[in-house]
């Protein structure tokens, strides 16, 4: 059971997770084709995915810690394996698009990503274990305190990128959307002639 001064922040989690949760779906209902359809770029895809792992990982670790007489330690290490195992299935469409100098630049960005899902979900796993083991050891709750706020920010870093927002520097050139162009506008339908107009030319 978790102790009632850790309720707060866990209350806190759960509701501001829920809320970027549903913005998440309105951001990808509005172009679904350039996001998580079958012919979305492979990077929307990952990024999408991470966001939503990521989210889903602070929602239920947070409502799960509000259950009363239970051990949290299980929920973290269930959500931890699943999000690892989500990251490193990435992996492998990410190996896949590794050619020449574009390919690795392309490819350390995405390591990037993966890389800090991948070390946040191990250490938010051995902390579910320490609590299993030690349920009534405050450390790992602090601890994995630390690393929700991490996987939080994952999630809504990965989600702002999802927009399409554009970054400099640094920072902009590890976005994994870096490469990705985005779709071209529709052109627009010319517009009608006025009737008036279309008679007056017939006459000339």
């Not at 059971?1 to 850790?6: D, I, K, L, N, T």
């Not at 939503?52 to 799960?64: E, M, P, R, W």
């Not at 071209?184 to 010319?190: D, L, N, Q, T």
Request: proline letters at 7%.
């Amino acid at each position: 059971m978790v102790p009632p001064e850790f309720g707060s922040f866990f209350v806190t989690c759960a509701q501001a997770t829920a809320a970027l949760i549903g913005l998440l779906f309105v951001a990808v209902s509005i172009a679904p084709d350039e996001t998580v359809m079958a012919g979305a770029p492979i990077e929307r895809k990952i990024v999408a995915a991470s966001a939503f792992t990521a989210l889903v990982n602070t929602l239920f670790i947070s409502v799960g810690a509000q259950i009363p007489r239970t051990n949290v330690g299980f929920t973290v290490c269930l959500m931890g394996s699943i999000g690892l195992l989500n990251t490193l299935y990435l992996l492998r469409p990410l190996l896949q698009q590794r050619q020449g100098w574009r390919g690795r630049a392309h490819f350390l960005r995405q390591l990037v990503l993966i890389g800090v899902g991948l070390g946040l979900y191990v250490a938010e796993c051995w902390q579910g274990v320490s609590l299993v083991r030690e349920p009534a050891n405050a450390g790992p709750l602090y601890t994995l305190d630390g690393l929700l706020m991490g996987i939080f920010a994952v999630g809504l870093v990965r989600s702002w990128q999802l927009l399409g927002v554009r970054r400099y520097g640094f920072l902009g050139w590890l976005n994994p959307l870096h490469d990705v162009q985005p779709s071209a506008p529709a052109p627009a339908e010319p517009a009608l002639r006025a009737p008036a107009e279309s008679g007056q030319d017939a006459r000339t």
